[in-house]
């Protein structure tokens, strides 16, 4: 109960009567403080969200070094794809040649230029082979 006329606050604790006069350097003292912890709850919360962005920050650094270290994956494997390619697309030239070698050949031989039944099995043998490789390769 603060009573004006006498400018002096009571407490009752313990059914006694306290009076304490409330002065000018009470008053500064409370606003001082006042304004102390008001500073202090401004600095946790700028404390908390600093932290909050720092972490937000954190998250977004991880997740570009991850899509980076995914993009990395993904150029290896194409990498990896296009040389596979290459090199089946060497076999392949190589049982298409071998195919019309052979073709030549057995031409050659049907056709009487070469009298060698053994060149005519060469260029049986050599077209199999060619067609083999070029049913594994499709």
Known sequence: MLFS??????????????????????????????SE??????????????GREEK????????????QRTRKHLQEQLAEQAQLEMAQIAEQETARQLISEASQKLS???QGKANSLQG???????LIL?????????
Request: aromatic share 10%; net charge positive; hydrophobic share 45%.
């Open 108 to 110: 050659e031989a049907v």
């Open 37 to 50: 912890y008001a500073l202090f709850l401004q600095k946790s919360a700028q404390t908390s969200l600093t």
């Open 120 to 126: 005519a099995k060469v260029a049986q043998a050599m």
């Open 5 to 34: 006329m006498c400018n002096c606050a009571v407490n009752w604790c313990d059914k006694l009567c306290f009076f304490a006069f409330i002065t000018k350097d009470f008053i500064h003292a409370v606003k001082h403080a006042h």
């Open 56 to 67: 937000k920050k954190e998250k977004a650094e991880e997740a570009k070094r991850v899509d």
């Open 130 to 138: 060619g067609n083999e490789l070029a049913t594994c390769l499709y």
